[in-house]
Structures are given as structure tokens and as C-alpha cells.
């Protein structure tokens, strides 16, 4: 019976040994020309796609790259921390759409909010998570030269916080400083962060709003529920009778609904705009 255990294990132990030397497929050796088994989804959001999804809108021409920062942050009473991530989901695919050879990297929830020990800014509330603005930077480099790295030649930066600007700004220039062959080039883009214009958009069309000191107002609730309505507590506040910001009623929901279409199509084609011209400027 001893015997019979010996040669069963002796046996087990060369099929293990015969299975651990059998070569593996090589996980970063990638065959590129390996074809896409499935049809491919249609989305502009880079992290809902495949690796091959992604390889062959490339190859379609796709090779601008949008980078945007949001934050996560107080904003009141009724706004989600994720404001300005929820907004960028809608302003973002919108500006991809337009240019039509875009595509959309994960948005970047983690931008500089204040000091965090002893907190300062938003970091004085709860909801809040904020990086500091080495930690920030050295992020948005990494994600810029990851998507320079495959190939991706108009990288594009916006933000939709004032906090997140500056670092922008430093990250595109320092990049484009370096005018490394081949490697594509970065664009701060301004001018998707205007929210002045957004203001006056709304009061030329009647909407002069009345601010209530909360870190809130129609324009962005309005964007916001043109993505997620639970996102601006809309049925929390109807029935606690507060579905009103600024002065300005939010009722009915899908009147909101379309402004914030509308303003999510303005910023867009306000960044549209500045990164076609941006880029030309670069190319002539």
C-alpha cells in the first residue's frame, strides 16, 4: 500500500513539474494584429472599452485624448461630493462627439481641495478627499505619458474646478518642454473652465439667479440632473419642498433637465472651439 502512495506521488509530483514548465502566453507581449473577436461598443470613454476596442479606433483616426480633473468635494446641502465628476461625464462625451476623433480618459476624481492636516477649504467638511498639488501633478503626468506612450498625439486638459487649473497649466507645459520625437503634445485648454459666460448665457435667457452662500447654483444642478437627477437629491428636495436654488425654481424637473443639456452643449462647444484652434496653432 506504501508503494502504491510512493509511485502516486512521485507521479503527481511530474505532472505538477510538467504543468509549472509549460510556457505561458506573455501578458505584455500583446499581438496587435490579433482581430477583435466581437463587434465594438460604442462609447467615447476610454475605460469602457477594451484594449482592442481602443487599438482599432486608433487606427480609425481617433487619436485625441481627453484628460479631464474633477474633484470631490463639499457643495452644499443637496449636491453630491462628486459634482464636478458627474458634469464631466456629460460635458466630457459631448466634446468627444463633437471633435469625432476623441476619445475620453477615466475622469480624475482626486484633485487639490485644501490642506489636510490641519484641514483648510473644502477639507474642512466632511465628503471631502484632496491630494496635494505635487501629488496631483505628478498624477497627471503619469496619465498624460501613459497615453503619449500608446500612441495618442493631441492630449487634451480640462478641469471643472478653479483649484485644479494651475496644475494643468505646470503639467502641459513641462511635458511639451521636454519635445520628445514622436511623443504627442498637451494641451491645457482654458476655456472649458468659464463659468462667467455660463452666467451671462443664463441671464441672457432670463435666469438671473440670487446666491444663497451655499457652494451651488442652477447651472450646475441643472448639468448635473441632466446626468443624475438623484445626484441634486432631486425627490428628497420636492418632498421636502426645497427643489429651488438661487432663487430660481427647479420645477418642473425636465424643464431643469433640458437647460442642463443646453449648458453641457455651450461649455462643450466652447471647448470644442479653443481645442481645434489649439491644436492648429501647434501643426502650422
Known amino acids: 500500500m506504501k508503494r502504491v502512495f510512493c509511485v502516486a506521488a512521485v507521479l503527481s509530483a511530474g505532472l505538477l513539474v510538467a504543468q509549472e514548465e509549460k510556457p505561458l502566453p506573455d501578458p505584455v507581449s500583446p499581438d496587435f494584429e490579433t482581430p477583435r473577436p466581437i463587434a465594438a461598443l460604442d462609447s467615447v470613454f476610454l475605460g469602457d472599452l477594451t484594449w482592442m476596442e481602443v487599438r482599432d479606433a486608433m487606427r480609425d483616426g481617433k487619436k485625441t485624448v481627453i484628460v479631464a480633473t474633477g474633484g470631490v468635494e463639499q457643495n452644499g446641502p443637496y449636491l453630491a461630493a462628486n459634482k464636478h465628476n458627474v458634469v464631466l461625464r456629460g460635458t466630457t462625451e459631448a466634446i468627444a462627439r463633437k471633435l469625432g476623433n476623441a476619445l475620453v480618459a477615466p475622469i480624475v476624481p482626486f484633485v487639490p481641495e485644501g490642506d489636510i492636516n490641519p484641514p483648510t477649504e473644502h477639507m474642512k467638511y466632511p465628503s471631502t478627499i484632496s491630494v496635494s498639488e505635487e501629488t496631483y501633478q505628478r498624477l497627471l503626468t503619469d496619465i498624460c505619458e501613459s497615453l503619449r506612450t500608446h500612441g495618442f498625439e493631441h492630449i487634451i486638459l480640462i478641469g471643472d474646478s478653479g483649484g485644479n487649473q494651475t496644475g494643468m497649466e505646470a503639467v ?41 452662500g451655499l457652494h451651488d447654483d442652477f447651472g450646475m444642478t441643472a448639468m448635473m440632473m441632466a446626468v443624475d437627477p438623484q445626484s441634486v437629491r432631486m425627490q428628497q428636495r420636492i418632498d421636502a419642498g426645497k427643489f429651488h436654488i438661487n432663487g430660481i425654481n427647479l420645477a418642473p424637473a425636465s424643464n431643469t433637465i433640458q437647460w442642463g443639456k443646453r449648458l453641457i452643449d455651450f461649455r462643450a462647444n466652447a471647448a470644442v472651439e479653443a481645442i481645434k484652434k489649439s491644436i492648429a496653432a501647434t501643426e502650422n
Do not use: M, S, T
Open 172 to 212: 502641459a507645459k513641462n511635458l511639451n518642454a521636454q519635445n520628445a520625437p514622436g511623443r504627442g503634445h498637451v494641451y491645457y485648454i482654458a476655456e472649458y473652465y468659464d463659468f462667467p459666460a455660463v452666467e451671462k448665457y443664463l441671464e441672457q435667457h432670463g435666469l438671473k439667479q440670487k446666491p444663497e
